[in-house]
């Protein structure tokens, strides 16, 4: 079998090929055809490349083959940002009337679509403990339709029985669609356990370099044909530079994942004593609960980890402010260090009760290890969390 990185630099040699060793940028709106039977064939031809760049468009494309087989789906499509992927894909997938099962413990805009926007279309959702499989099950209805999960789950890094999900949802004909953005293809690969479609926010680990907003949707052709025809529809066009910054951003996944797995792994080892530290969630880790889950469908445990601190609010806060590499953002998955904490993040946008009803304590972080050298970086949270201590 092909390994990860021979694929990330080859699997798109045949999409629209060139002599140009490096992909040339398509910077067009629009595309000519040689004659009127050619251009009415690009007219309908659906994920093509060579019609109007809402439609398709080479960089998009090459992008979508690099993803296609890491992921080891039959074909990909991209989009202008992760939640764009989201959107388009349940616009796509479900009506008014049908019901569709989340998480509590997901991203915000996923948990946003779910509790605001689908029910405002007539769609019925259901949020239930990703670590109970269960609770997936008591929630189907007659009229469920669609089941999205994220695992590991962010920002508590919380893992979803995904073989039992899939299971599951196809003995009641439900469809499962994937966040795989914590993971990446390199880490897990979701339709290898049943899972019919897969996206990403390719902002985070896919791009890798924190310039470039940008989403993926992986599946069989079946479904993505259904998903594309609503995405040339909503228009969440990636601009061609962006696909170009992307695919260059691929070549390098499966390296650069090595190294977001070992400083995932090396913090959360270092910090996981800590008597500052209340509780580490990191699935790499033998204490995290589920572990062993983890471990049989995860090939390596990601870059991000999220710490809570004893003394709650001010210890995270100083903790950030001590940090000499991470850098207080709201992203992940770049090369840079990146830490948050959501509680002060969303000071300003929700009260304490609904920050209480997150699930997210008042002390956590989320640290997103980058790539640089392991020392460095746990020489550098020990010292900010040292700190705390005195
Ligand atoms: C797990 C996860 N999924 C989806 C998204 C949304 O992606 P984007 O910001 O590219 O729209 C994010 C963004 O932070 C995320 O962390």
Request: aromatic share 6%.
């Amino acid at each position: 079998m092909t390994g990860n990185s021979t694929i990330a630099v080859h699997a798109d040699r045949e999409v629209h090929p060139s002599r140009a060793v490096a992909r040339p940028i398509y910077q067009t709106a629009a595309f000519g055809a040689e004659d009127g039977e050619r251009f009415a064939q690009v007219a309908v031809e659906r994920r093509g490349h060579d019609f109007y760049t809402r439609y398709g468009n080479p960089n998009h494309a090459q992008v979508a083959a690099v993803v296609a087989e890491l992921e080891h789906t039959e074909t990909a499509m991209v989009t202008a940002s992760g939640m764009a992927a989201l959107t388009t894909a349940v616009l796509a997938l479900v009506s008014a009337g049908d019901h569709v099962i989340g998480q509590k413990s997901t991203y915000g805009g996923t948990a946003s679509v779910l509790m605001n926007l689908l029910p405002r279309l007539g769609v019925e959702t259901t949020l239930v403990d990703q670590t109970d499989v269960h609770a997936f099950e008591k929630a189907l209805t007659s009229r469920t339709r669609l089941i999205l999960v994220e695992s590991p789950s962010n920002p508590l890094l919380q893992v979803t029985d995904l073989p039992a999900v899939a299971e599951l949802a196809r003995a009641h004909g439900v469809l499962t669609l994937a966040d795989n953005t914590f993971a990446t293809p390199v880490n897990q690969q979701p339709v290898a356990f049943g899972i019919d479609l897969v996206w990403h926010s390719a902002t985070k680990y896919l791009n890798g370099h924190s310039d470039v907003s940008a989403g993926v949707l992986a599946g069989p052709a079946e479904l993505l044909d259904r998903i594309w025809d609503v995405g040339v529809l909503t228009g969440a066009v990636l601009g061609p530079i962006d696909a170009w910054l992307l695919l260059r951003g691929l070549r390098t996944l499966p390296l650069r994942m090595e190294r977001h797995n070992a400083n995932g792994q090396a913090l959360a080892e270092a910090l996981n004593e800590h008597p500052a530290v209340t509780r580490l969630h990191y699935p790499g880790l033998e204490t995290h609960p589920q572990h062993l889950l983890a471990k049989s469908q995860l090939s390596g445990f990601g870059g991000v980890l999220a710490v809570e601190l004893a003394d709650g609010f001010e210890a995270a806060d100083a903790f950030l402010g001590r940090l000499r590499y991470a850098r207080r953002s709201a992203s992940l998955g770049g090369v840079e260090s990146l830490a948050v904490h959501p509680a002060s993040m969303w000071r300003g946008m929700l009260s304490d009760e609904q920050i209480a009803d997150s699930g997210v304590p008042l002390g956590l972080v989320r640290l997103a290890a980058g790539t640089e050298d392991t020392a460095d970086l746990v020489a550098d949270v020990l010292n900010a969390v040292e700190a705390l201590d005195r």
